[in-house]
């Protein structure tokens, strides 16, 4: 688990005062904060990060509500030598993209309800990871 990954607690976890609960399981688990900052995000960064979904349908709401208010933005790390890439835990803490189908004990799941407001972000691979560390803290 040498890779670092990114973590974004989206605007409505910041609104809700979801912060620190979310970055307390993330270091509770292990997981040591490397980079943080609270930044609102502009909509071309948004649009970048989000390069992947341009054109679907929830683009334009996507970019609305990423850009509505600030995220804490996070690089997140764990030990060498560990069992997983830090990214596929992340994701797997975060639980699945719609809260609703979103198992208990996740994030998405305990605290989220819409997939358009799920609270959390985290980079799907190595090389997403990299990426976009690169975007928000390069
Ligand atoms: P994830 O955030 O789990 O990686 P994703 O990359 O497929 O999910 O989508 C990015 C974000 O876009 C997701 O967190 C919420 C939003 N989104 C995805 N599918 C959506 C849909 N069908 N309707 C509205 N928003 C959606
Ligand atoms: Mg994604």
């Not at 509770?28 to 948004?46: F, H, M, Q, S």
């Not at 996070?74 to 890439?85: C, H, R, S, T």
Request: charged fraction near 25%.
């Amino acid at each position: 688990m040498s890779q670092q990954t990114y973590v974004m607690c989206k605007p409505d976890a910041v609104e809700r005062g979801l912060v620190g609960e979310i970055i307390g399981r993330f270091e509770a688990k292990g997981l040591t904060v490397a980079r943080a900052e609270l930044r609102t995000i502009d909509r071309d960064t948004a649009a970048k990060h989000y390069a992947e979904h341009d054109g679907k349908p929830f683009f334009a709401s996507l970019i609305d509500f990423i850009t509505r208010g600030p995220s804490m933005l996070l690089v997140l790390e764990g030990p060498d030598d560990a069992g997983d890439d830090v990214f596929a835990l992340v994701r797997l803490m975060m639980g699945s993209t719609n809260p609703a189908k979103s198992a208990p004990g996740t994030i998405r799941g305990d605290f989220g309800l819409l997939v358009t407001e799920n609270l959390v972000h985290g980079s799907d691979s190595v090389e997403s990871a990299a990426r976009e560390i690169g975007i928000f803290f390069g």
